[in-house]
């Protein structure tokens, strides 16, 4: 009878794990609809509330930074309010984000919808990663990039959708809407769940020995991150940037007492490129895969469903490509493919763009899911805050630099391209000054554009059009940069014998 009932709870322990498990999925696939809705709704908006290409991505940007602030926030405290108290949260969040876009009426309501979905974004993320690697131990890369196929998963579902409803000219409102089915199903599923014990926790390792493992220089780099958003954001002078990251900073620093693992340092570093070769190029790659797939008769949003099938496929199955590879070979080689996968899009034309798109999302698949994996790997003594921080580092860092420096990479070349080879169109038409993170520039005036005769209106789509893909190039070099971390990683492990994981002892 003893072993009847211990089988009987070993079955209803794995179906409430798996319960657990598809919950934390499909966080991130509402996540996934709140993203691709924007990305598809991005261009209308622009028109309809004429946003600049800085502006719109400014908005894509506010997609990343708070979701940093709220990840660090609930990173630090989750062990103490727990992982249902940080879930409800987010539920609150995306809900009121979804209301808020749904009424908005320009830049500042786009702009707060957008932030409150990335705060809610951010506590949800601090919970499914370190719940995901506490229920897979011994397997957490396999495991984490499983979990993140949600992501690619959701972008299939909600461009599947997206393009559905705008062929048949859904209003962009009720597109929005739709971020709420994913929304309500992960309530249903997460909040009536047990939630394991962190294994830091169940280890017996301390709070403060987590933080010594992210240490002043981690706290660093994530505090000026989200200093010079919000800097950017209110218009704050370079001084008082510099003295509120000090003042933050050293505060941590007093009570911590440890600059933080050097690793751990380089891979913090290291996700600022990832996540803007992923996340950023996501971000702009249906409006600027859009003029080249309008020539074959498509919508551009097919180019972002079709790498992110590849993505959500091949995630699902990680488990032997992670084991052939090892986690870094796998990251360098995902560096490489997507490189050349970035360059050949930027002027691939007509249908050669889907083997160019194949080759980025080969590329892009595995990266989020692996330096996850190899962080909480590499530092388990870290738990929820390294962890957490990782992801949080490349959010931050795209939506400070990635999303943002793509829109401006547009708008500038946009400008010196038309002043050079149409001086004359250029003085009449690109005359409004705008300033943003990375310097000023000249935008076009959408009021005289409105009424230009067709021969301008021409020479300006195109000469658009050229600067989309001079982004793309622009972007190419991240995932470079990364192959030379990767290659050096890998010879430093090979130094110390070879790559393995970290087991913590469990004390409980």
Sequence with gaps: ?????????????????????????????????????????????????????????????????????????????????????????????????????????????????????????????AVVNPVVASMFPKEKTKWLNILHAGWPTGMVLA????????????????????????????????????????????????????????????????????????????????????????????????????????????LLLIMIPLATTELGTDSWITDLMTPEMKKVGLQGGWVLIYTSLIMAILRFYSGPIVHKFSPLGLLAVSALTASIGLQFLSFSTGFVIILAATIYALGKTFFWGTMLGVVSEQFPKGGALALNFTGAVGQVGVGVIGAVILGFVQDKEFDKNLYQHHTEIHSSYVNKEKSGLFGTYKVLDTDKFASANPVIVQTITQTQEDAKKDALKTVALFPILMLLCYIALIFYFKFKGGYKPVLLIDKE
């Excluded at 997609?63 to 940080?86: A, E, R, T």
């Excluded at 390792?205 to 002043?216: C, D, F, K, P, Q």
């Excluded at 991150?225 to 800097?231: A, T, V």
């Design 1 to 125: 009878m003893n072993s009847l009932n211990k089988l009987e709870n070993t079955s209803q322990a794995d179906t409430a794990h798996k319960r657990l498990f598809w919950g934390c999925f499909m966080v991130l696939v509402a996540s996934a609809f709140g993203f691709v809705f924007r990305a598809f709704l991005m261009a209308q908006w622009g028109t309809q509330f004429g946003l600049s290409k800085t502006q719109q991505g400014e908005i894509f940007g506010v997609s990343f930074w708070p979701f940093g602030i709220s990840i660090v926030f609930f990173s630090l405290i989750i062990d103490q309010v727990g992982y249902k108290k940080s879930m409800i949260f987010a539920f609150i969040c995306h809900s009121l984000s979804v209301v808020i876009t749904i009424f908005a009426d320009g830049y500042w309501m786009l702009y707060i919808g957008t932030l409150l979905f990335a705060l809610g974004n951010g506590a949800a993320e």
């Design 159 to 266: 461009g599947l959708l997206g393009i559905g409803m705008l062929h048949f000219e859904f209003n962009w409102n009720i597109i929005i809407a739709f971020i709420m089915l994913p929304t309500l199903i992960y309530a249903w599923l997460i909040f009536n769940q047990e939630f394991p014990v962190n294994e830091r926790v169940k280890a017996g390792v301390s709070y403060l020995e987590m933080l010594e493992e992210v240490g002043i220089l981690g706290a660093l780099i994530i505090v000026s991150l989200c200093i010079f958003q919000l800097g950017s954001l209110f218009n704050w002078s370079l001084a008082t940037n510099l003295i509120t990251i000090a003042i933050l900073t050293s505060t941590f620093g007093y009570f911590v007492r440890s600059l933080g693992r050097p690793l751990f340092i380089l």
